[in-house]
């Protein structure tokens, strides 16, 4: 959820008002990003507002204006760091994977990601209300296509070769139906069903080995 855009900055970045370069500078933007991860967390969207960011953080509303200059610059860059997670545990699945670790890779990634579903309330928040600008819109979407181009890669390495349109297609069509089940799963407005998440990897492990069967025969 490795393109080359996977890799540019994100489009977010661009909407700070200054660059932290100083610790003290750093630590406040780490400051004004956790309190909205909390506000999202706990109160949902329409508490989201810089007054409360600046109440929440314990800090001046001024000092939130120097880095950012709206509330809707606070969601992308706190929803472009939730993305940046899922690309990082992908490349890291991916780097196992090659290394000969990945024993259970449906396992393996599906609880690596319910566990980032889990963690990221905020996210789930943001994306359950849809409350995505177009440019985070589109970092959603690269990041969906930088995930499936890894599974696509892990795939490729277990099988011994490339698998073509096929495996492009299912990997894809993987990261929509994951994201589907873990977003019903870890949505906020009741306890976490952990037993869906067994069956998401009985339904994966099923249509992988087939997956497989196919792709080793060669049947396009």
Known sequence: ??????????????RLRRRPQQARSRARVE????AADRILSQEGFEALTMRRIAE??????????QFYPDKSAVVDALGQR??????????????????????????MMVDVYAELFRS??????????????????????ASNTHIAEGLQRIVEHLI??????????????????AN????????????PDLETVDELKRMLNAYWEDLRGRLTAGDG
Do not use: C, N
């Open 160 to 177: 011994g070769g490339p698998g073509g349109h096929r495996a492009q297609r299912a990997t894809r069509m993987v990261v929509w139906a």
């Open 180 to 191: 589907a089940v873990l977003h019903e799963v870890f949505k906020s407005d009741g306890k």
């Open 56 to 65: 929440e953080a314990g800090a001046p509303v001024g000092s939130i204006y």
């Open 31 to 34: 400051a004004i990003l956790a």
């Open 82 to 107: 939730y993305l940046d997670a899922f690309k990082a545990a992908i490349d890291g699945l991916v780097e196992r994977t090659l290394d000969g670790e990945l024993t259970d890779p449906v396992g």
């Open 120 to 141: 990221q309330s905020g996210g789930m928040a943001l994306w359950a209300g849809r409350h995505l600008s177009p440019e985070l819109a589109r970092a959603d979407e």
């Open 1 to 14: 959820m490795v393109t080359e855009a996977g890799r540019q900055q994100p489009t977010s970045r661009a």
